[in-house]
C-alpha cells in the first residue's frame, strides 16, 4: 500500500476519478502480499499489484460502470489453475475486492503513509456494500471501539495485514468492516563500519525484504536513529567496542525498540551483559538483547549469518521469537456474497 501513496496524491491533485481496490476475502492463489493493493482508473491505467493483475480488466469494467453516488462495491473474482498459471501464479482461487474511489479515501491516510508511519484503515460499509465510511487509526491511539482495538492489534505485529469481519457480532455494525494496518516498515540499525562485510551483507538482507538499512559508527549518532524510528528500529550490534557497543545497546534498550541484537562470543557476550548491568539496566532489559545473534541456521558463510540476523528479525516482528507480539492472521477464507 505504501508503493501507491506517490500516485494516489498525484491522482488526487489531479482531480482524476480514480479507484482503490484491495482484499477483503480470499481462498486459494498461494503466497500473497498481505499488502496487496491496486490504484487504476475507468480509463485502464493500473497502479500496483493484486494477484499478479490477473483480475485488473475486471476491475477496470467495474469501476467504468461505476454507479452515481456509491462510495463501494465489492466485487466477486476467481481464476482457474491454468490461467493462475499463465499469470505466474501459485494456484487458482477466489476473492472479494472491495473498490473504492479515491475521493472516498482520507487524504490523511496517504500522508500519513508518506511519512513511514505506522497506521491503519478502517472501513465501514453498509449491508448493502454500496457505501463505506473510512477513518484513519494511529499506533498508539486509544481504541474507542472494537474496529479500533483490532487495528491496534494489526499495528502491533509491525508487519502489514488485513482483518475482514461480516454482521455485528464483533464490531456493531451492520455490514462489512475492514481493518487495513500498514505498520511502520523495518528499519535496520547497524552498529559497525559500512565497509564491514557482514554489515553490508545484513544491509543487503534487510532490503531485499523491503526494509531499511543503515550503518553508524558513534553512540550519539546511533541514538539519534533509533529515537527517530523508535517503534520500527531493530539493532545489530556487531562492533566488538566497548566504547561503542555497551552504550548503544543500553539506548536500544531504553528506547524499548523491537529488536535488539549483538554478535559476539561468549566472552564477548558476557563482557557486554556485565556492562549493561553495571550501567544500570535491569537483569530482565539485559536478556532481551538476543545474543549469540540469529536464528540457528547451521550458518558457516558471512551470507549466511547475515540470513540467519535478518531471520531472527522477522521471527521476532513476527511474532514468533520470545519476546515477539502476537501474528496476524490473512484475510477469512471466505470466497462467498456478503451477507
Known amino acids: 500500500m505504501r508503493g501507491l501513496v506517490e500516485t494516489a496524491r498525484r491522482w488526487a491533485a489531479e482531480g482524476r476519478a480514480g479507484f482503490l481496490a484491495r482484499p477483503v476475502a480470499e481462498q486459494g492463489f498461494g503466497p500473497r502480499d498481505p499488502a496487496g493493493a491496486l490504484l487504476l482508473d475507468a480509463g485502464g491505467e493500473c497502479v500496483g499489484s493484486l494477484y499478479r493483475g490477473v483480475f485488473d480488466a475486471e476491475l477496470v469494467a467495474e469501476a467504468g460502470a461505476w454507479s452515481p453516488g456509491a462510495t463501494a462495491r465489492v466485487c466477486e473474482v476467481s481464476v482457474g489453475a491454468e490461467e493462475a498459471a499463465e499469470a505466474r501464479l501459485t494456484c487458482g482461487g477466489r476473492a472479494e475486492i472491495l473498490l473504492q474511489p479515491l475521493a472516498a479515501v482520507p487524504a490523511q491516510w496517504w500522508e500519513l503513509l508518506a511519512r513511514g508511519v505506522g497506521v491503519a484503515l478502517v472501513t465501514r460499509l453498509n449491508e448493502r456494500a454500496d457505501q463505506a465510511v473510512s477513518e484513519v487509526v494511529r499506533a498508539g491511539d486509544t481504541p474507542v471501539d472494537e474496529a479500533g482495538r483490532r487495528a491496534g492489534e494489526l499495528l502491533a505485529t509491525r508487519r502489514p495485514g488485513r482483518d475482514a469481519v461480516y454482521g455485528d ?107 549493561l548491568e553495571a550501567a544500570g539496566v535491569a537483569r530482565a532489559d539485559v536478556a532481551r538483547v538476543h545474543g549469540p545473534i540469529g536464528l540457528d541456521l547451521g550458518a558457516r558463510t558471512p551470507a549466511e549469518t547475515a540470513l540467519a540476523i535478518c531471520a531472527e528479525i522477522l521471527a521476532v516482528l513476527s511474532g514468533h521469537g520470545p519476546d515477539g507480539a502476537p501474528g496476524a492472521p490473512g484475510l477469512p477464507e471466505s470466497g462467498g456474497p456478503l451477507r
Request: charged share 20%.
Open 169 to 275: 457480532a464483533v464490531y456493531g455494525d451492520t455490514g462489512l468492516v475492514l481493518v487495513e494496518a500498514c505498520p511502520s516498515e523495518p528499519h535496520v540499525v547497524i552498529g559497525g563500519p559500512a565497509s564491514g562485510e557482514l554489515a553490508q551483507l545484513v544491509g543487503a538482507q534487510a532490503r531485499l525484504l523491503g526494509w531499511g538499512a543503515q550503518c553508524v559508527g558513534t553512540v550519539a549518532e546511533a541514538e539519534e536513529l533509533l529515537a527517530a524510528r523508535r517503534d520500527a528500529a531493530c539493532l545489530v550490534m556487531l562492533s566488538h567496542d566497548p566504547e561503542f557497543d555497551v552504550p548503544t545497546l543500553r539506548a536500544a534498550l531504553a528506547l524499548g525498540v523491537p529488536y535488539v541484537g549483538a554478535l559476539g562470543s561468549r566472552r564477548t557476550t558476557a563482557r557486554r551483559r556485565e556492562g
